[in-house]
T-cell receptor, first 115, second 114 residues
Framework: DVKVTQSSRYLVKRTGEKVFLECVQD?????MFWYRQDPGLGLRLIYF???????EKGDIPEGYSVSREKKERFSLILESASTNQTSMYLC??????????????FGSGTRLTVV | AQTVTQSQPEMSVQEAETVTLSCTYD???????LFWYKQPPSRQMILVIR??????QNATENRFSVNFQKAAKSFSLKISDSQLGDAAMYFC???????????FGTGTLLAVQP
């Protein structure tokens, strides 16, 4: 069964900490994405990557960075966590080209609380 | 910029009945994809159904079907014979023809009453 795996289901971090959220996919997908999900706001795109070492900003990149050193792994980094980054974080992957029309495969999400 | 609007934050349906979730979108593109995703309490987003804009025929997947009105930019989801397991948050999403990015609506929380 193909999978997108997020390393943590729940995380609690302190304000000012550097936080790493890890995502690994086993489908050899070219594209990987990080979304943030908040009640009433839906899913908002933070960053995405089309290829190894490639990254592009999404709609809300402020306060975040990403790393993609290997095709299967896409990390989201909160350089200095703040309470307004308390949220659900969803990782997803997809094919490139015409196959992208088949949509994304999602991970199970990481619920991050910053205290 | 493209936008996706789900005007029903919450809906409720009786088991075995039919419910329709609404979604409208705004775009100037002619080539795009539309999706409905389901997010149950387990949080795993599951693709329910997809529609390619150039296809006039409405997509159907078992009890799930869509009413795609391209001119009206409307993409509603109909769930027939609702089951308790259909209770979830449903998201409508849009992908432009030249991009890999999904744009999501704000979601509709569906409750199924026994």
């Amino acid at each position: 069964d193909v999978k997108v795996t997020q390393s943590s289901r729940y995380l609690v971090k302190r304000t000012g900490e550097k936080v790493f959220l890890e995502c690994v996919q086993d489908m050899d997908h070219e594209n990987m994405f990080w979304y943030r999900q908040d009640p009433g706001l839906g899913l908002r795109l933070i960053y995405f990557s089309y290829d190894v070492k490639m990254k592009e900003k999404g709609d809300i990149p402020e306060g975040y960075s990403v790393s993609r050193e290997k095709k299967e792994r896409f990390s989201l980094i909160l350089e200095s966590a703040s309470t307004n980054q308390t949220s659900m974080y969803l990782c997803a992957s997809s094919r490139h080209g015409p196959l992208r029309g088949y949509g994304y495969t999602f991970g199970s999400g990481t619920r991050l609380t910053v205290v | 910029a493209q936008t996706v609007t789900q005007s029903q934050p919450e809906m409720s349906v009786q088991e075995a009945e039919t419910v329709t979730l609404s979604c409208t979108y705004d775009t100037s593109e002619s080539d795009y994809y539309l999706f409905w995703y389901k997010q149950p309490p387990s949080r795993q987003m599951i693709l329910v159904i997809r529609q390619e804009a150039y296809k006039q025929q409405n997509a159907t997947e078992n009890r799930f079907s869509v009413n795609f009105q391209k001119a009206a930019k409307s993409f509603s989801l109909k769930i027939s014979d609702s089951q308790l397991g259909d209770a979830a948050m449903y998201f409508c999403a849009y992908m432009g023809g030249a991009t890999n990015k999904l744009i999501f609506g704000t979601g509709t929380l569906l409750a199924v009453q026994p």
